[in-house]
């Protein structure tokens, strides 16, 4: 569970770039109005059927997510999380919001929300709904791990945030792009020890 990217995954992620970027290199060439799914799909290289593979509308693929998959994971996939608590919500964290993490400092996708500032309430819609996905997931695990279950859900969204804002700082740090993990970005490793440090720094400051 920590790196199962395969060839086919790697190359949907790719895609997925390719079309927020045409996306979004659309919607300020041509306007919100003047952007098309067969405009998007044509400059990502993919047919339009295949667009809605990875997005459900034009407006959706602009701000770069997609609706969160009212899915959380298995126990099957529960039972295979690292025994380490920090990397198994590190896992569950990446495996659901990874690759919707945006760098904050990513001119092109702040720019689009400049000029549409409309499209800031689409995204934090979609944003809200993804957080709340990844975090009913992580208070399942928490569950499972034996944390008491009127707990969960604040322990849970407290490790969510953690671990987002971890990732945004990496990807204003620049980490290298690692091609097998979920994330693209950043890995497994990397955010868990990231986590780890803060843990023990707030531990240590209470």
Request: hydrophobic content about 45%.
């Amino acid at each position: 569970m920590t790196s199962p990217v395969g060839l086919r995954e790697r190359k949907r992620a790719a895609t997925r770039q390719r079309i927020i970027h045409a996306a979004q290199v659309g919607s300020l060439e041509h306007g919100l109005e003047g952007v098309t799914i067969e405009g998007i799909a044509r400059d990502a290289d993919i047919s339009p059927r295949s667009f809605f593979n990875y997005f459900s509308s034009r407006e959706a693929a602009i701000v770069g997510l997609q609706p969160a998959a009212e899915r959380t994971l298995t126990d099957d996939e529960m039972e295979q999380l690292p025994a380490d608590i920090a990397a198994a919500v590190s896992c569950v964290v990446l495996d659901a919001l990874g690759n919707q993490v945006a760098d904050p400092e990513d001119e092109l996708r702040r720019e689009v929300f400049r000029r549409y500032p409309q499209l800031l309430d689409e995204y934090q819609s979609l944003w809200k709904a993804s957080m709340q996905n990844a975090t009913v997931s992580v208070a399942r695990l928490l569950q499972r791990r034996g944390v008491a279950a009127q707990q969960c859900n604040a322990i849970a969204f407290t490790l969510v945030s953690m671990c987002v804002a971890t990732i945004r700082t990496m990807l204003v740090a620049g980490t290298p792009v690692d091609a097998d993990n979920p994330a693209g970005d950043v890995t497994v490793d990397a955010v868990t020890d990231a986590v780890r440090a803060v843990s023990a720094v707030l531990s240590s400051s209470s």
